[in-house]
């Protein structure tokens, strides 16, 4: 039995098994460093083959039998031709044609060809390892109990390549706030995550299938993304829209690279702590590998346009604020609100004909009222009856609402609004919107109705403008139909006798 076992081997297939390696490990040589690294085993078994050999015929040469070996033999050839022809197909023949194989079937079908060859030797050597398998209760117990957690891997990692859920080169965690690697392979067993500091994670498969798995900037029919977000911190005091304006040009304009200009940054005003406003910057980032350093330029812009707008960040500090709150210091306070309100009152041209104690007894009345970009300072039909006066910033007049919405006037520093409901006591004739931060003061109808009735030509002046504006209200609203001269002496005059009649003022002046 033994020589003819050893003459089988030598004869037979080992010659080939040899040829085939030696042709496969010159190819390999040409290949990738994983495909080298693949032959190692069979190398290892076809040596132990040829060792094996070797000594079947030496063992026989002394007469002792030499079954035991020539099985080894057989089993030692079998599997380095598996080897073999495992490096040819998935490391050689099938990556030259374009076809990548996913290692953890190249693992199974190995493993597959390997049980069968086991069994072939096995058949050869006399016993059967299926009909062992099959008739031993106990033994199929053990091995199944045994194996149930690798078949569970297994199966795990066969489901994960097929339905695609996890791939090679994806980001992935275990759950929310767990760390985070990128998957380098999916093999039969585990499936390994390399992580930003250089360490691999090794996470069985059946893991993978039980548990919630965080996939990294993955969304349907969309590019990968991942949404970052960048805090920064600024004295409460400093207008948020400034802010805001600020940092959006610093980083739109000259757009930090990884970062996805779809969907566009974002800044944001998100909080007011102790000490400071916080605001953010989110942004979706492009390449999943360089979050940190594409964090960092962004917080490097956010600083230099800071800067440039003479802006500083604020460091979270607990601030006790003692004032004596004395005489001298309310005077003093007044003092400066009064100055600040005179000012006001000098910018605009309305007042123009008022004498210093007019002129002061007006600024006694009015309220400091800013408004923010985009916000709505009075809306078209409302029922409030007061006067603006803008003395930063520019507004937009409108009419209408949505895509019928037209912009009848845009009204700047030195300019008043909301003259026309105080006036006839109708609702706002148009909506004002704050194109810019807005400083303004407010005149509330009993004082504006003081003023009017000590300087009753102050109307006149009013109901030129107003009749002005009305005129520019109804071409806007396609009512311009009149000669246009002739319809202004008629409204002014309308107006001034309705102006009159609502502040009960006399005819004569
Ligand atoms: P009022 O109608 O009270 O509220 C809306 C304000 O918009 C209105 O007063 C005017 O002050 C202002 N306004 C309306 N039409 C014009 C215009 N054509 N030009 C400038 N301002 C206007």
Redesign the pocket.
Known sequence: MATNLYHLLIDGHTVWVVLAWAVVSSLVRFGTAAARQRLRAPTVLLSMHLITVVLVAAVDASGYDTTGLAVAALAFELLAAVGVAQVLLFWIALPRVGVSVPRIVVDVVTAIASLIALIAVGKRAGFSVTGLITTSAVLTAVLGFAMQDTLGNLMGGLALQMDSSIKVGDWIALGPGQPSGQVTEIRWRYTALETRSWETIIVPNSMLMKGQVVVFGRRQGQPERVRRQIDFHIDFRTPPTEVLDVVRRGIFTDRVPNMASEPAPQVLFLNVRDSYAVYCVRYWLEDIAVDDPTDSEVRVRIYFALLRAGLSMSIPAQTLFVTADTDERRDRKQREEQARRLTAVGKVDLFEPLGPDERVRVAEQLRHTPFAAGEVV?H?G?DD?C??MLVRGEAA?R?GQGPTMRE????GSG??????????G???????VAMTDLDCYLLDKESFRELVRARPALTDRIAE??A??????AS?RGQADEARSKRLETAKQDLLGRIRNFFSLDEKR
Not at 408 to 411: G, K
Not at 415 to 424: C, K, V
Not at 426 to 432: F, T
Not at 468 to 473: H, M, S, T
């Open positions: 009075c078209e409302d009856e006067l603006y007049v009419i009848v006037a845009r009204l300019q008043f609004f909301g003259e026309m409901s105080l006036m006839t109708e609702p706002r004739s148009a909506s004002v403008l107003l002005a504006r009305r005129e520019a209200l806007v």
